[in-house]
């Protein structure tokens, strides 16, 4: 999500993110930001109370829930939801479980990490959704890659690493999705990662 965001900032784009999960994880990865309520890194403005958000004047704002968040799925204001997971049945029945929201028809993207560590298929994951949710509007693979593994590791006990750490299959994502949300081409998407990847980043 830091990614993305950064991305669609880098396109000029005004972004918000609501960390409303318990663990307030993403928090721990901005560096000297653990304790605040909200704050603005390389240009994103980042909260941890929907009490204390205002979403005037934002072009998106990504609300980051986890599996157990401070209120339904359903009481939040989302058009679409872009849904992070490993590829794991555990995590995938457990994600789906929370997903209902009495009727409505709000798109899912699922996005499916670490995609060949695992002993499951794509037909499984499509089925699993599809019959408890309805067929997911896109989707995406992202396949084990031994960098972004040791990654997500450090994550835990480091503070963000910019760019440097993403494998290709991971970036190739990003600029996808990044390309759609904002209307740029993929190739101009390209120019402004790698822009960032040097340093160079558009902050208010």
Request: proline share 3%.
């Amino acid at each position: 999500m830091i990614y993305l965001s950064e991305l669609l900032v880098g396109s000029g784009k005004q972004v918000a993110v609501l960390d409303d999960s318990l663990e307030k994880d993403i928090f721990a990865l901005l560096p000297f930001q653990e304790r605040e309520i909200s704050c603005t890194y390389h240009g994103v403005e980042y909260y941890r109370d929907t009490m204390e958000s205002t979403w005037d004047g934002f072009d998106f704002v990504f609300f980051l829930v986890g599996l157990e968040g401070s209120m339904p799925l359903s009481d939040y204001p989302a058009q679409v939801w872009y849904v992070f997971l490993t590829a794991d049945r555990k995590g995938l029945e457990k994600t789906i479980s929370i997903f209902d929201f009495e009727g409505q028809r709000i798109p899912v993207f699922l996005f499916i990490r670490d995609f060949c560590d695992y002993k499951i298929t794509a037909a499984y994951i499509r089925g699993l959704w599809r019959e408890a949710r309805g067929a997911v509007s896109g989707w995406y693979e992202i396949p084990f890659d031994m960098i972004d593994y040791e990654y997500a590791i450090r994550m835990q006990y480091e503070p963000v690493n910019e760019y440097k750490q993403l494998s290709k299959e991971l970036r190739e994502v990003l600029l996808i999705v990044a390309a759609k949300l904002t209307g740029l081409t993929k190739k101009e998407q390209e120019i402004i990662y790698k822009k960032l990847k040097r340093g160079k980043k558009r902050c208010r």
